[in-house]
């Protein structure tokens, strides 16, 4: 029996499509995988010898006299730094200029490993990047929103093989956004407490979705999924921003997020994949009724027709047996 399941936050519902459902190892990618990528390429601007196809380091962190992450202004934003925030109208329409600031996070100094592959020290000097980058951005003044996020693999959107990240911060905050905050509030001011805690306490009861827990964090395939192996990371104590996590919780969260990687590249083959950092916006980095988490989509499906017109999403894998599967990737 198909059923509708809804997103508790953002009220969002999802068919969970068991008529059709897919047995979690049906989603294996191809044997052979993705082809071996050299450690290095001389045309690529990401490998070190070819600082000078990249601006200069906003950020990097060296290690024995060279570097091993540089974050650098990204040559092909579609925003730019240098305009302003100012609205205007066209007739009865709204525009405003194409302000924003883009980074890329370049993770390592080799050309080929992943974030489920790589050293541990690496994916943590990742993340360290993306808070020391995520403040200084939140501290601008004229930045409402900072966007954390991976492409991996041609299907998530990505022809550049250098292992990277993205770090987008934007002027405004889309509906997207806006929409489950406005929800999470109104629970806030209902129920007197943050509803993804709640979520998470519910999760922690049912335990049939979790994939692993952490002494900060909670990973678990969303009771509502909108695909196969959707996965989320929630810190276990209440934090708005990925900002505020300290030097502990960071470190453990690179553990979770390598972890969490490493279960979908062994158990699927190495899929390609979307992953975001929602954090809540800038002004709103200390609130009660937000909650911060990562969001990893690996490309498996394409959303079609009745997605886009209704943005209900058609899941035709059940959470729990992807969680199930992912629970029992060895991982060394
Ligand atoms: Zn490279
Ligand atoms: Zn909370």
Redesign the pocket.
Known sequence: MPEFRQNMVSKEWVIIATERAKRPDQFLQKKEGKKALPH??KD?P??PGNESMTPPSLFSIEKNGAWSLRVVPNKFAALQNHLTTERKHEGRFLKADGFGIAEVVIESPL?NPTLATMDLEEVRNTVFAYQERYSVLSKTGRIDLVTIFRNYGERAGTSL??PHSQIIATPIVPPHVRNPLYQSQLACDTFGDCIYCGMMEEERRQQVRVVDETDYFLALCPFASRSPFETRIYPKTHRSSFVNLSGEELADFATVLQNTLRRLHVGLNDPDYNYIIRSAPTEDSNVKYHHWYAVIVPKLTTPAGFEIGTGIYINTTLPEQCAEFLRGVKIG
């Open positions: 290095y390429r690529c990401f490998c050309h093989e250098h």
